[in-house]
């Protein structure tokens, strides 16, 4: 087992769900509150990673942080081949499953409770930390669950900002790769079931989330009756 590649996923992963949930919990609150002009644009573009190859956007990576980009010469932000490179790939590729699944949440919270609630005088903010975020809780959490899972197993766009650079860039999808490559397939049988068995905890846990419709329906009244 590759325990420094194992680690260096677990850190890296964990930093990136945190970017996911903030990241994807604003904008998907933009997207289902505010009216864009160009909505439709700005949306395809946010979820364009989830179809493209991870080559292509490992490619884009490489020209937002690499020499002579916005970053490095105004900001001076130098990332690249370095761990927090892989944070930002790993981030980029998860943010629209949280997206997705934030905004079909949100948009599910009755606005009449929210109505309610301004017109005895609350807050936007106490409304939302009180009424739409509990309520759109289950959705909210499966994205971050998905968007982390998906952050965990990163592989190509990783390796271009990243390369392959042992006990310091090299995250476990990478570090199978390289002990296939090596033909050290006991290492790679061993972290290919680490990573199933993270990603069938990760699925699984998701599942849990999606309460029969009767269930969720009884849920809704009764927080809402809490409220």
Known sequence: ????????????????????????????????????????????????????????????????????SPLVEWFNVRILFTWPAAVVAATVVGLPLMIQSSRAALANVDPV???????????????????????????????????????????????????NIPERTQTLPVAIYDAVQAQRYADAHLMVLVMTGLAFVGLLSVRWLEPPPQRARRETRSDALDE
């Open 1 to 68: 087992m590759n325990w420094p590649a194992f680690w260096l996923s677990v850190q890296v992963t964990t930093i990136a769900t945190v970017c996911i949930t903030v990241l994807g919990l604003a904008l998907a609150l933009l997207l289902t509150r505010v009216r864009l002009p160009g909505q439709i644009v700005f949306e395809t573009l946010l979820l364009l990673p989830l179809v493209l190859p991870p080559s292509v956007i490992g490619y884009y990576l490489l020209l937002a942080l690499g020499r002579g």
């Open 113 to 163: 409770l929210e109505n309610a609630a301004r017109t005895l005088g609350s807050s936007e903010w106490r409304i939302f930390w009180q009424i739409t975020l509990p309520l759109a809780r289950r959705g909210i959490l499966a994205g971050m669950i998905l968007g982390g899972a998906r952050a965990l197993g990163e592989f190509g766009a990783t390796l271009m900002v990243t390369g």
